[in-house]
């Protein structure tokens, strides 16, 4: 999969082929066709967001997502491949 890779802080993104993700057994992965950018992906991005000690980079912004879903855990009920959904912005 292609990503917006933040490789330095303050410094252009870099398109990248990343490995796609599985879904775990509980999970689903979600397409991408759009992500927000807030307030929160400038800061990360300039490096003075308070989280950044957590994250490592190379780091991919964004958790304002919206997309269709491509797989699916074997124990998720509920879902098809193609549902649209969005995701929480605690959980991006």
Known sequence: MKAMVLLEYGKDLVELELEAPVPLDDEVVLDVTACGICQ?????????????????????????????????GGSVEGWQIGD??????YIG
């Open 84 to 89: 649209k959904d969005i995701v929480d912005i």
């Open 40 to 72: 929160t992906d400038l800061k990360l991005f300039n490096g003075v967001h308070p989280s950044r000690r957590k994250s490592s980079l190379p780091h991919v912004l964004g958790h304002e997502i919206a997309g269709v879903v491509s797989e699916i």
